[in-house]
């Protein structure tokens, strides 16, 4: 390595430019250099695109990455959602709103994967997200609260642009817990969106919040800018797929 190419690397490197690190490789001799210049630029932005695509799924947190493409959208399987406002909600105009999203329906109807799906079409359009279960939300919290640091706890999850709390109501909480999760929801109410998946509807939530005015309270702020995807159906899509797949292997 000649003593001009070395400096280039050591100083791109310094600057985090992998694209003019590996300058040689994007250079054309028979391109002028401003051709060359800007293919190395346009291969910088896109490997730095990459990279901050990267840090934001970190950040999420998501337990695998699930996309509108594998989301199976059959009127069978989800008879009452509406599809055209479900694929909407992959332009993220509802985090510039503000709004929220609650998707509610019984166990395996792919609320976790609706839910991942616009998460990961937001962290591609820039947007910060975090994907929370409610349990390890409320254990966090009362961490937190017994370390006394949970007003940082909460200022720390509120600066992201879209949280997800998925299994709302698929445990009980004492009132201690409900009051935690209100915290949540009324430090992030109109300020920055939330979406929410749950197995009962809201006339049921006082069920697991364990206090009426509490589980009004947390409903009614919910539901006040909230887009509510009906995935309620006559069967669970898992069950009905597993079957599916044991007939066609059966018939093979």
Same mark, same amino acid.
């Given at each position: ?48 695109? !990459?990279?901050?695509?990267?840090? +934001? ?7 695998? *990455? @699930? #996309?509108? /493409? ?68 409320? !254990?966090?919290?009362?961490?937190? +609260? ?7 706890? *909460? @200022? #720390?999850? /509120? ?94």
């Amino acid at each position: 390595m000649n003593e001009h190419k070395e400096a280039i690397v050591k100083a791109a490197n310094r600057l985090r430019l992998n694209a003019f690190a590996q300058y040689e490789t994007y250079i054309n001799p028979q391109h002028s250099l401003e051709e060359n210049l800007y293919a190395l630029l346009q291969e910088q932005v896109l490997l730095s695109d !990459n990279q901050r695509l990267l840090r +934001r799924i970190r950040y999420a947190g998501f337990p695998q *990455i @699930k #996309t509108f /493409n594998t989301f199976v959208m059959s009127k069978e399987h989800l008879p009452y959602l509406n599809f055209d406002e479900f694929r909407t909600l992959g332009t993220c105009d509802f985090i510039e709103e503000k709004n929220d999203v609650v998707a509610i329906g019984p166990s395996g109807r792919g609320k976790t994967h609706a839910s991942l799906a616009i998460g990961y079409e937001a962290v591609k359009r820039g947007y910060s997200v975090r994907f929370k279960r409610a349990c390890d939300l409320v !254990n966090e919290m009362t961490e937190a +609260r017994s370390e006394k640091h949970l007003a940082d706890y *909460i @200022k #720390t999850l /509120n600066r992201c642009q879209l949280l997800i709390i998925d299994e709302v109501g698929y445990l009980n909480y004492d009132i201690n817990a409900s009051s935690l999760l209100f915290q949540v929801i009324g430090a992030r109410y109109e300020r920055a969106s939330t979406f929410y998946t749950t197995n009962l509807e809201f006339s049921k939530w006082c069920n697991f919040i364990g206090d009426e005015m509490l589980a009004s309270a947390i409903v009614d702020r919910i539901a006040h800018h909230a887009i509510i995807l009906n995935m309620n159906g006559p069967k669970g899509w898992r069950l009905e797929h597993a079957r599916s797949k044991q007939q066609r292997g059966a018939s093979d």
